[in-house]
C-alpha cells in the first residue's frame, strides 16, 4: 500500500460523475452561489450514478487521476428509483478492487448531493482534494506496475461473473432469487469476496504469466501465494484456454498466458 | 512463402476415434486454426491412397488422416492395415520428392481433443512455412 | 406367482453404469421395455470416469461412447435419471415399483446441451466427476458425452441470479420443477448398483487429505486422463510439478479387518498395475513402485500384463504393507515406512497413489430394506454359487459389483447374464411392450436429379454467435442441386422437425441436409425425420459446423463463415451422390447349438428352453456334467453333486432340449441365424438347423510332470484329494499342498484363477474331517479375491500354515526309503524348512483342451495366445465372437469358477436371444457389395475382413454377406480394382467430396 | 547354352505331341538378333523355332493372364489344359504372385524353368555392335552365345567377345534370385545367387534433397505420353478394368497428359504394386519414353523388404503385404 506524506507543490487531477438531476444540478448552484472550491476536479455528468461502471472509475485511476468520487441523489430521490442504491453496493465492491490493485481504497469517495446542496458540494469538494493531496499522486515511482495491476482489477469486473453478481446483488439480498429465497448479505458477501479473490488471482497469474512462460512454482513465489492454491488456478485457466502448455523445465510444466484479440 | 497464404489442409477421420476426439475438441472450445475441412469415413481402414493422391492433385496444401490408436479401432483391426498402406503411402510420396510434413498420419482417440487441436496447429503451422503445393496439382481445371 | 396375475413385458434396470447399460441393452434388443433408473444425473458410470482399461489399455471412452448412445437412443429403453426407488409392491412376473424423481430444473425435452448456461453460470462448485479437482458450475453435465445431454442445475449451489435462464435460448430452464413421483409396472427387476470407492480418509495412518501429494487411485485416473483436470499430465497436487517417483498402496480398504474390510477388491492389483504403465507412458523418466500383500491377476492375460509391467515398464514390485506415511514439510515428499523380509525400512516418493477397495454402494442398505432382499455381511448383495445372478427374493436379480467385487469383463457378462434370467420368467410377453416401428411408405427417387434442402442452424449463439448463418444459407442457395435453403434456431427442435417434413413436401425435396452439430449425436434424429418425410433415410447428410468449426474458431467470424460454406458445399456434393439403401433382412432359425456338456453348456441349454427356443446340446463324451462331476465340495455350503444331479434331471425332463452324447461336431457350415451342422453321436449322423452356436468346451486339468507326480499314490491332485475326501478313503496327519503346479510360466504362462481357492476348500475340508491333521500350503500369492478371502482368513484361524516360496527357488519332492520329504525356503527367513507329510497334493493348472484348434477353424474363431477362445472385445464383449451369431462360455473362455461359468452361460443366453428373438435379422445399411464384372477374384478382401464376410461365389467373385459386414469398409480400400464399394462412403461420392472441398462450384 | 535349347525343343515337343498342354509359350528369334521375341506353339512341328539366348529377355507370365482372362466362344468347351512357358527366375516369381493373388489355378500352366544368372540388354547390344563395326544385315543370323564371363556374338565369320557387364540388363545386375522355384520342370544346372548390393538403382535419388527429388521426378513425369504400355506388358496388371484410368463409376485420373495426371497415374500404379513387383523391368524396357519405372517400383520394394520383411512373389503360401499385418509393425505415426 501507498504511503501518504503532502508533497507541497502536488495538484491532485480529479474526477467526478455527477447524477444529471440531484449532484450535477448541485454543483451548478455551488457555482450561482459563487461558492469556491479547489480547481483539481473536473466533472462528468452521466444520467444516474448507478451509470457509473466500476471500469470508468478504475480506467481513470489507471489513466493518471488520482482520486474519483461518485455523486448521486440521496436515497429515496433517485429519478429512477434505486439507481443509486446500486451505485452504492457496487462501489463497496470497486473500493475493494482498489485496494487489491494496491491502492487506498480512500481515493475513491462516494457521496449523496442534492440538487439544493451547493454548499456540501463544494465541502465534499474541497475535503476530497485534501484528502488526495494527503495521499499524495496515485502513480509515483511504480507507474507500470500500478496501471498494470489495475488494469487486472478491471478485467476482473469484466468477468461476466463478476458483473453479473454486482448487477443481481440487490435483487438476490433484497428481492430474493428465482427460487424465492432471499440471500443473507453476509452470505453474499462471502461468496462475492470469494469470487472476486478467485478472478483477481487469475488476472494476476494471466499478468504474471504474459510476458514470459513461467512455471507454477514460480508464479505463486512472485505472487506470495501457496502453490498448490496457484495449480488449481492454473489448470482452470488451462481448461479454459486462457493459459497453455509451454514447455517443461526440468520437472515443472510451464504456463504462458494465451493472447486472444476479440 | 507468402506471408498471407492460408494453407488447405483436408483431413479424413475415423467415425469413432479421431471425429469424436475432433468434436471433443469443440465442446472443449479448443481453439485452432480454420484451415482443415474435415472429411469423415467409418474407419481409417476404408482411407484408399488415392483419397490422398486425389487430395493432393485437387490443390490440397496438406493431407491429415487420423484413426483410433492401434488396439482400439472399432473394427478391430482396419487401422492395422491403413498403418501399413499409409507408412509405404507417405515414403512413396518422400521418394517423389512431396515434403513429408504435408502428409501426416496420427492415432487420435475420442478423449484426446486437446491432442486433435494441437496436431491441426501443427500441420497448419508446418504447411504455412512450406508455402503452397504444386508438385501433384492439377494444372487443368477442365476436368 | 398368483393365479390371474398378468404378467408384464417390462424389466426394471437398476443402476446406469457399464452393467445397467448392457442388460438395458440385451433386454430392449431381445423384445422387452426397459426402464434404466440411474440416481446420478446421467449413465455411464464408474467407467465413464476411467482413461484406459486393462489387460488391452483400450481408452474407456472410445469403447463406451458407442453404448452410451445406443442405450441412450434405444427406442425400448426409458431413462429415468436422477430418481431412485420408493416403494416396491406386487411379485415376480408384475411389479408396481415407485419412484422418486428429483428435480433436473432443466426440461429434457428443451435442452439441446450446448452448454451456454455453464459457461455463463457464476458459480464455481466441487466437481464430483474430477474429484473435486477441477471446479464446475451449478448448471452441469458430468462429462462431454454425457446421456442424456441434459444440464442439471445443482439447487444446492446454485444462487438463483436467473442468468442460465436469460443466456438458454431454448428455453430449457425451469427452476420450479418439483419432486416428482411415477409408478411403473414391471415384469423383473435387475440390479446393478455397482460399487463406491472407499474412503481413505478412514485409514488416518496414510495421511489422506492432509498430505497434498497422496491421492486415491481414482483421482490419480483422472490426473491420466486427457479430459481431466491436467489434460493427462501427471502432476503432483502440492506444486503441480511433474512426478519423478511414485508410490502405489495396495488394498486400503480391502482385506483389512481394522476398517472392517476383510474382503479383497479383486480389481485394485490389477488397476494399479495399469495406472503405474499409462503414468510411465505418459511421463518419460517415471519411476512406479507397488507395495502390495499379493499380487493377484488371476484373470484372463493378466499375469502377462503383470509381467510386462515388470519387464518392459520396469515397474518395482515390494511383497509389503507400509505401516504409514509421513510428509517432509519441505518438499512435500511422501515418505513411506514399511517393513520388508523383517527389517523396518524407509522410502521417499514424490507421490503416493492408494489403491482404495471397493466398497458396496452407500444406498445398498436402504435399497434392500425397500426392495426386501438380503445383503451378506459386507452390505453387498448375497447369492449363491449355483445362482449367482439371483436375490433372495424371487423375480429381482443382481450383477456386477453390486454382489461382488469384479472387473469390467465379469460385470458385462453377468450383465447379460441378468438380462437372460429376468427376462426368462417373462419370456412369454416377449415383444408385448416394445416400441413398433411404423413402414412409413418411401418415394422412389432413383430416376430423379437430386433436390436438396439445406437447414442450418443456429444452435442458440453457439453457431450463430461465431457463424455468419444467413450467409452460409445464401450461399448454399448457389449451389448446384439445392432447391432449397433455409435457417433455424434450433434445427433440432421438435417443431424444425416438422417443418423440414412440410419443405420436403412444399418442394418436392429428395435430398435433406443439416448443417449444425455432430452426426455423431443428430444423425438419427434427422434420418428418422428424413423417413417420415417419406424419403429413404440414407438420403440426408450433415455437416459439422458447429462441434468442428463454430466452437474452434470463436474469435475468427469470417474464416469460420467461410469453413462452414465450404463444409455445405462439401455436403452437398455427397449428397447429390446419395442413394437410398435398402437394409438386407433374412429370417432366423429360432434354436441354438450348444457343444459341450458340462455345467456351462447345461446351463446355457436350459436359458435357451427357458427363453421358448429349442436348444440342441452336444457332449463328446458318455456323460453330463464335465469337470463339476469330479467336485464333491463348494467352499460355500452347497454340495456339488447334488446341485449338478438336479440340474442334469431339469435337461433331461426338458422337453425344449434335445442331448446328444458322445457326440462329434461334423462340419457347421452357414452363418448368423442359418447354420447347418453335421453330427456324429452314439454312431448315428444328424443334420441340425440353428440360428447361434455356443463354445462351451471346458478346459482339462493339466497333467504334472514336475514334483515326481505319479511315482507315488500320496502324490496327488486337487481333484484327486476331493475324490478320496469324499470317500473316506484317507487319513492324513500332515498334508503339504503346491500351489501353481504348471500355472504362472511353467509349462503355462498364465495364472488359473480357481487353484488357491480350491486348495484352501480342500484344506478346510480335510480339517473338517481330520480337526487333527496339519496342513501346509506351499504358494506363490494368494488370490482368493474377493469374498473368498474370507475362506483364506479362516482357514488361517483354522491353523492351516500358508507358506511362501519364490519363484526361483520351488519347493523340492523327494521320496526317500518310502518316506515323503518335502523342503521349501520362506524368503523372509533364511531357512530351509523341511516337512514330512504323508500327503502331498498339487494344485495343477487348468489348461486349453487341444481341441480347440479344430473347432476354431471349423467355426472360424480365433484362438487367444494361451490356446483358449478369444472373444470378440476383451472388455465389453466376453461372451461373443467377432463373427456373429457365436458365443463362448465358461472355462473355454479361461480357467473359470462354477458361479462364474454359470454367469457367463446365462450371459450368452442373453446375448443369443438378441438375435433368435427377432422376427428377421436385419442388416447394417452401410455395407460394401461387390460389381463382380471388375472383381478378379485376388481374394485381398477376404483376407481383410475382420467380419469373415466376404465368400467367393461360384463364379470365383468375391461376395458380401451383407448380414455379418459391418461396414468398416477395409475391403474397398484394400481392393485394387476398385471392384468393392462401400454404401454411403463409395468411391465416387468421396470423390466428390474431395474435389468440392477445394473447387468453388462442383461441376 | 544350346543344350539347354534343345532340351526345350525336346520337352515342347513332348508335351504338344502327347497333347499334355494346350500351346506352348517360348522364346524365337526377333526381328533382329538383338532381342528375342515371344512365340506361341500349338504344333509341334514348329517346336524347332524355340530357341534360349541372352536375349530371352522378356517375361513370358504376361501371356497366362491372357489365357485365362480367355472368354471360350459361346457353345464351345473350354480347354482346361495348361500351358506350357519356360520361366526365367523373376518370370517364376511372377507366376508365384499370380498364384498367390488366385488370378492362376496351378493346374492351367506347366513351368519350365531355367536358371538364369541374367539377360542382356537389346539396347546395349545393339550399341556395342554397332561399335564393332558390324553391318546390319548381317545381324540378323547372327548367333549370340554366354560364356563364362561374356557374350560372344558370331557372324560373317566375324567373332565378337564382350564383357558380360556391360551388355547385362540393369535388372539382372540387381537380381540376387537366379533360380525358379515354382516349377514343374527345370531345365540346366541351378546358378549359384550372387552377392550383391540391392537397391543400387535409387541409392542416388535417396542421396538427392527433397527439392532435387522432387524435379526429378518433375521432369520424369512430364515425359510420359500415356501409352500404358507399362501396364500391358505387365503380368500383374491384370484387373479388368484400369482403377485409375476407368471412367465409370468415376474418373480418378484424366486421360489427359499432363504432369499432374501422369504422376497420379504412376503412384497410382506404383501403390498397386507394393508387395507385388517382382522388378523383371518389362515396364521399364517398353517405356518409349525411357521412363525409369524401375526406380519408382524398387523403392517400395525396398521399404516392403526394410519395414516388413517381405518378399514379392517369395511364396504363393504368403499373405499379401496390404492383406497382412502384426501388432508391432513399425509405428511412425504416434
Not at chain 1, 17 to 24: G, I, M, P
Not at chain 1, 145 to 153: D, F, W
Not at chain 4, 50 to 59: A, D, K, Q
Amino acid at each position: 500500500m501507498e504511503g501518504g506524506g503532502i508533497l507541497p507543490d502536488f495538484e491532485p487531477k480529479i474526477l467526478a460523475f455527477a447524477c444529471n438531476w440531484c449532484s450535477y444540478a448541485g454543483a451548478d448552484l455551488a457555482g450561482v452561489s459563487r461558492i469556491q472550491y479547489p480547481p483539481n476536479m473536473s466533472i462528468i455528468r452521466v444520467m444516474c450514478s448507478g451509470r457509473v461502471d466500476p471500469i470508468f472509475i478504475l480506467d481513470a485511476l489507471k489513466k493518471g487521476v488520482d482520486g474519483v468520487m461518485v455523486l448521486g441523489c440521496h436515497p429515496g430521490d433517485c429519478h429512477y428509483i434505486s439507481g443509486n442504491l446500486m451505485a452504492e453496493r457496487k462501489m463497496r465492491w470497486t473500493k475493494e478492487l482498489i485496494e487489491k490493485a494496491g491502492c487506498d481504497p480512500r481515493r475513491l469517495k462516494l457521496e449523496w448531493i442534492s440538487a439544493s446542496e451547493g454548499e456540501r458540494f463544494a465541502n465534499t469538494a474541497r475535503e476530497f482534494t485534501e484528502q488526495i493531496k494527503e495521499l499524495g499522486p496515485l502513480q509515483k515511482e511504480d507507474k507500470e506496475k500500478i496501471s498494470a495491476e489495475l488494469k487486472a482489477a478491471s478485467k476482473v469486473v469484466d468477468e461476466s461473473r463478476v458483473r453479473v453478481l454486482m448487477g443481481k446483488e440487490r435483487e438476490l439480498v433484497e428481492e430474493g432469487n428465482v427460487y424465492g429465497d432471499k440471500a443473507a448479505q453476509k452470505d453474499f458477501d462471502a461468496l462475492m469476496k470469494g469470487i472476486l479473490d478467485d478472478e483477481h488471482t487469475r488476472e494476476k497469474i494471466l499478468l504474471a504469466a504474459k510476458a514470459e512462460p513461467l512455471s507454477i512454482k514460480e508464479i505463486s513465489k512472485r505472487m506470495g501465494m501457496p502453490s498448490q492454491e496457484i495449480g488449481r488456478h492454473v489448470m482452470w485457466l488451462r481448461h479454459k484456454g486462457k493459459i497453455a502448455l509451454h514447455g517443461i523445465e526440468g520437472r515443472s510444466p510451464l504456463y504462458k498466458t494465451v493472447e486472444v484479440e476479440v | 512463402m507468402l506471408p498471407t497464404f492460408e494453407p488447405k489442409i483436408l483431413a479424413f477421420l475415423c467415425n469413432w476415434c479421431s471425429y469424436a476426439g475432433a468434436d471433443l475438441a469443440g465442446v472443449s472450445r479448443f481453439q485452432y486454426p480454420p484451415n482443415v475441412r474435415i472429411v469423415r469415413v467409418m474407419c481409417s481402414g476404408r482411407i484408399s491412397p488415392r483419397f490422398v493422391l486425389k487430395s493432393f492433385q485437387e490443390g490440397a496444401d496438406g493431407v491429415l488422416i487420423a484413426g483410433c490408436h492401434p488396439g482400439d479401432c472399432h473394427y478391430s483391426k482396419g487401422n492395422y492395415y491403413t498403418r501399413r498402406r499409409l507408412t509405404v503411402l507417405g515414403k512413396l510420396l518422400e521418394h517423389v520428392g512431396l515434403d513429408p510434413r504435408r502428409f501426416k498420419v496420427k492415432w487420435i482417440s475420442a478423449s484426446e481433443g486437446g491432442k486433435f487441436a494441437d496436431v491441426v496447429k501443427e500441420i497448419t503451422e508446418d504447411v504455412k512455412k512450406l508455402g503452397p503445393q504444386n508438385s501433384l496439382k492439377r494444372v487443368d481445371e477442365n476436368e | 406367482m398368483k393365479s390371474g396375475q398378468e404378467k408384464v413385458g417390462a424389466v426394471l434396470v437398476v443402476g446406469g453404469g457399464i452393467a445397467g447399460m448392457q442388460s438395458s441393452l440385451d433386454l430392449a434388443e431381445s423384445g422387452f421395455k426397459v426402464y434404466l433408473l440411474e440416481r446420478s444425473p446421467c449413465i455411464g458410470g464408474v467407467m465413464a470416469q476411467l482413461d484406459k482399461t486393462f489387460p488391452t489399455n483400450d481408452c474407456a471412452m472410445c469403447i463406451m461412447a458407442p453404448k452410451l448412445v445406443a442405450t441412450g437412443r434405444h427406442p425400448n429403453i426409458e431413462l429415468i435419471t436422477n430418481s431412485e426407488i420408493e416403494k416396491l409392491e406386487g411379485e415376480p412376473g408384475s411389479f408396481e415399483v415407485t419412484l422418486a424423481k428429483h428435480p433436473r430444473r432443466v426440461s429434457s425435452e428443451k435442452c439441446t446441451g450446448c452448454g451456454i448456461c455453464a459457461q455463463e453460470c457464476p458459480v464455481e462448485a466441487i466437481n464430483e466427476f474430477n474429484e473435486g479437482l477441477l471446479p464446475r458450475s451449478a448448471v452441469h453435465i458430468d462429462y462431454p458425452q454425457a446421456v442424456p445431454l441434459t444440464f442439471i442445475i445443482d439447487k444446492t449451489v446454485c444462487i438463483g441470479c436467473g442468468i442460465c435462464e436469460k443466456m438458454c435460448k431454448a428455453n430449457a430452464i425451469e427452476y420450479d420443477q418439483a419432486e416428482e413421483q411415477q409408478k411403473i409396472d414391471v415384469g423383473s427387476i435387475i440390479l446393478a448398483l455397482g460399487f463406491d470407492e472407499f474412503n481413505p480418509e478412514i485409514k488416518k495412518e496414510y495421511g489422506y487429505g492432509i498430505y497434498p501429494n497422496v491421492v486415491s487411485s481414482i483421482e490419480f485416473e483422472r490426473l491420466l486422463s486427457a479430459i481431466g483436470p491436467t489434460g493427462g499430465m501427471v502432476l503432483r497436487p502440492s506444486d503441480y510439478d511433474i512426478p519423478k517417483k511414485i508410490a502405489f498402496i495396495q488394498c486400503v480398504g480391502s482385506r483389512d479387518e481394522q476398517c472392517d474390510k476383510s474382503y479383497c477388491s479383486a480389481v485394485s492389483c490389477m488397476y494399479s498395475i495399469k495406472e503405474a504403465i499409462i503414468a510411465k507412458e505418459h511421463t518419460e523418466g517415471l519411476d512406479c513402485h507397488i507395495f502390495y500383500m499379493d499380487i493377484r491377476t488371476f484373470g484372463k492375460e493378466f499375469e502377462d500384463y503383470y509381467n510386462r509391467a515388470q519387464e518392459e515398464y520396469k515397474i518395482g514390485f515390494t511383497r509389503s504393507r507400509p505401516a504409514s506415511l509421513r510428509e517432509d514439510p519441505e518438499t512435500k515428499n511422501v515418505i513411506i515406512s514399511y517393513v520388508e523380509n523383517g527389517e523396518p525400512k524407509e522410502e521417499e516418493f514424490d507421490m503416493v497413489v492408494l489403491s482404495v477397495g471397493i466398497d458396496a454402494p452407500k444406498d445398498a442398505i436402504t435399497l434392500s430394506e425397500r426392495l426386501g432382499i438380503d445383503l451378506n455381511k459386507h452390505n453387498f448383495v448375497s447369492t449363491k454359487k449355483f445362482s449367482p445372478l439371483s436375490t433372495s427374493r424371487e423375480g429381482i436379480f443382481v450383477c456386477g459389483a453390486f454382489s461382488s467385487p469384479k472387473d469390467i469383463p465379469d460385470t458385462v457378462a453377468q450383465a447379460s447374464g441378468a438380462a437372460s434370467k429376468a427376462s426368462s420368467i417373462i419370456s412369454s410377453e416377449r415383444g408385448k411392450l416394445v416400441a413398433k416401428r411404423e413402414i412409413i411408405p418411401e418415394k422412389d427417387v432413383r430416376l430423379e436429379g437430386a433436390r436438396i434442402g439445406v437447414f442450418v442452424c443456429h444452435c442458440g449463439i453457439n453457431i450463430g454467435g461465431v457463424v455468419r448463418v444467413p450467409e452460409v444459407v445464401e450461399y448454399a442457395r448457389t449451389l448446384p442441386n439445392v432447391a432449397y435453403a433455409e435457417h433455424n434456431l434450433y434445427t433440432c427442435s421438435q417443431d424444425t422437425q416438422e417443418r423440414i417434413k412440410e419443405k420436403v413436401k412444399e418442394h418436392d425435396l429428395n435430398r435433406v441436409i443439416v448443417a449444425s452439430c455432430t452426426p455423431r449425436t443428430h444423425e438419427p434424429l434427422f434420418q428418422s425425420t428424413t423417413s417420415e418425410a417419406g424419403l429413404n433415410p440414407y438420403l440426408f447428410e450433415m455437416a459439422n459446423i458447429r462441434d468442428q468449426c463454430s466452437w474452434v474458431h470463436m474469435h475468427e467470424p469470417d474464416s469460420a463463415t467461410e469453413k462452414a460454406k465450404d463444409l455445405v458445399r462439401m455436403a452437398v456434393a455427397k449428397a447429390r451422390l446419395l442413394e437410398p439403401l435398402k437394409k438386407a433382412t433374412l429370417d432366423v432359425k429360432r434354436n441354438a447349438l450348444v457343444i459341450g456338456g458340462g455345467i456351462s453348456g447345461m446351463t446355457a441349454a436350459l436359458g435357451f428352453a427357458d427363453q421358448g427356443y429349442k436348444a440342441y446340446l452336444i457332449e463328446k463324451t458318455s456323460e453330463l456334467g464335465g469337470k463339476v462331476r469330479h467336485l464333491h465340495y463348494a467352499v460355500t455350503e452347497e454340495n456339488p453333486q447334488d446341485e449338478l444331479f438336479a440340474l442334469i434331471k431339469k435337461i433331461e425332463n426338458n422337453e425344449n432340449i434335445e442331448v446328444f452324447k458322445d457326440a462329434e461336431l461334423l462340419s457347421i457350415e452357414g452363418y448368423v441365424g442359418n447354420y447347418k451342422t453335421k453330427i456324429s453321436y452314439e454312431n448315428l449322423e444328424k443334420e441340425i438347423d440353428h440360428g447361434v452356436v455356443v463354445v462351451a468346451t471346458g478346459a482339462l486339468e493339466y497333467e504334472p510332470t514336475e514334483y515326481s507326480y505319479g511315482e507315488d499314490r500320496r502324490l496327488v491332485t486337487q481333484l484327486e484329494l476331493e475324490k478320496l475326501l469324499a470317500e473316506e478313503k484317507i487319513n492324513p496327519k500332515n498334508v503339504v499342498m503346491i500351489q501353481c503346479v504348471g500355472s504362472r510360466g511353467e509349462s503355462v504362462s498364465y495364472c488359473s484363477r480357481i487353484c488357491c481357492t480350491t486348495a484352501i476348500k480342500n484344506a478346510l475340508q480335510i480339517k473338517d474331517q481330520h480337526t487333527d491333521a496339519k496342513i501346509y500350503i506351499l504358494y506363490r500369492d494368494i488370490r482368493t479375491y474377493g469374498f473368498m478371502e474370507d475362506y483364506y482368513q479362516k482357514a488361517a484361524e483354522e491353523g492351516v500354515v500358508f507358506v511362501r516360496y519364490d519363484v526361483d527357488s520351488k519347493p523340492k519332492v523327494e521320496i526317500t526309503e518310502g518316506n515323503l520329504k518335502v523342503s521349501v525356503k520362506e524368503p523372509n527367513i533364511d531357512e530351509e524348512l523341511r516337512l514330512d507329510p504323508d500327503l502331498v497334493v498339487l494344485s495343477v493348472a487348468a489348461i486349453p483342451d487341444p481341441n480347440n484348434e479344430e473347432l476354431s477353424k471349423s467355426l472360424k474363431v480365433p484362438l487367444s495366445k494361451d490356446g483358449f477362445f478369444l472373444e470378440a472385445h476383451m472388455k465389453l464383449r466376453p461372451v461373443d465372437f467377432a463373427t456373429e451369431g457365436v458365443f463362448l462360455c465358461g472355462s473355454a473362455h479361461s480357467p473359470k469358477f462354477i458361479d462364474e461359468s454359470i454367469s457367463q452361460a446365462e450371459a450368452v443366453v442373453s446375448r443369443a436371444c438378441t438375435i433368435l428373438s427377432k422376427d428377421y435379422l436385419e442388416a447394417e445399411g452401410v455395407i460394401s457389395i461387390v460389381n463382380s464384372d471388375i472383381c478378379s477374384g485376388c481374394e485381398t478382401c477376404i483376407l481383410v475382413c475382420p467380419f469373415d464376410a466376404i465368400d467367393k461365389d461360384d463364379k470365383k467373385k468375391a461376395k458380401v454377406n451383407e448380414l455379418l459386414c459391418k461396414g468398416c469398409g477395409a475391403c474397398v480400400a484394400a481392393c485394387r480394382a476398385g471392384a468393392i464399394q462401400q454404401r454411403c462412403f463409395t468411391d465416387e461420392q468421396i470423390l466428390s467430396v474431395i474435389r468440392s472441398a477445394f473447387q468453388e462450384v462442383e461441376v | 547354352m544350346s543344350e539347354i535349347e534343345d532340351k526345350i525343343r525336346e520337352i515342347a515337343k513332348k508335351l504338344l505331341e502327347e497333347g499334355k498342354v494346350k500351346y506352348f509359350i517360348g522364346y524365337a528369334k526377333g526381328s533382329d538378333a538383338f532381342c528375342a521375341k515371344p512365340i506361341i506353339i500349338d504344333d509341334p512341328k514348329d517346336v524347332d523355332k524355340l530357341i534360349w539366348s541372352p536375349c530371352c529377355v522378356n517375361n513370358l507370365a504376361v501371356y497366362l493372364v491372357d489365357e485365362i482372362k480367355k472368354k471360350p466362344r459361346r457353345g464351345e468347351e473350354p480347354d482346361l489344359r495348361p500351358v506350357g512357358i519356360i520361366a526365367k527366375a523373376c518370370d517364376e516369381r511372377g507366376i508365384t504372385v499370380l498364384l498367390q493373388e488366385n488370378i492362376l489355378p496351378r493346374e492351367r500352366a506347366y513351368i519350365i524353368g531355367i536358371p538364369c544368372s541374367g539377360m542382356a540388354e537389346p539396347q546395349k547390344l545393339e550399341k556395342l555392335a554397332g561399335e564393332k563395326g558390324i553391318s546390319h544385315k548381317a545381324i540378323y543370323d547372327m548367333h549370340i552365345r554366354e560364356e563364362e564371363n561374356e557374350f560372344s556374338f558370331e557372324a560373317e565369320g566375324v567373332k565378337e567377345a564382350l564383357p558380360r557387364d556391360e551388355v547385362l540388363a540393369d535388372k539382372c545386375k540387381e537380381c540376387f534370385q537366379h533360380n525358379p522355384k515354382e516349377c514343374d520342370i527345370v531345365i540346366g544346372e541351378s546358378v549359384e545367387n550372387p552377392q550383391i548390393e540391392k537397391y543400387v538403382t535409387i541409392k542416388e535419388l535417396e542421396d538427392m534433397s527433397l527439392e532435387d527429388r522432387e524435379k526429378f521426378w518433375e521432369k520424369i513425369f512430364e515425359r510420359c505420353i500415356r501409352c500404358n504400355a507399362c501396364k500391358e506388358v505387365c503380368p500383374l496388371c491384370y484387373c479388368e478394368e484400369c482403377t485409375v484410368e476407368k471412367a465409370k463409376p468415376m474418373r480418378w485420373c484424366s486421360k489427359s497428359v499432363d504432369k499432374s495426371n501422369n504422376a497420379f497415374y504412376h503412384l497410382m500404379r506404383a501403390m498397386h504394386l507394393v508387395g507385388r513387383c517382382i522388378d523383371c523391368g518389362e515396364c521399364e524396357r517398353v517405356c518409349p519414353m525411357g521412363i525409369p519405372l524401375r526406380k519408382l517400383y524398387k523403392k517400395l520394394e525396398k521399404e516392403a523388404e526394410e519395414l516388413y520383411g517381405y518378399e514379392a512373389g517369395s511364396s504363393s503360401e504368403d499373405v499379401p503385404l496390404f492383406a497382412a499385418f502384426t501388432n508391432d509393425d513399425p509405428d511412425e505415426f504416434e
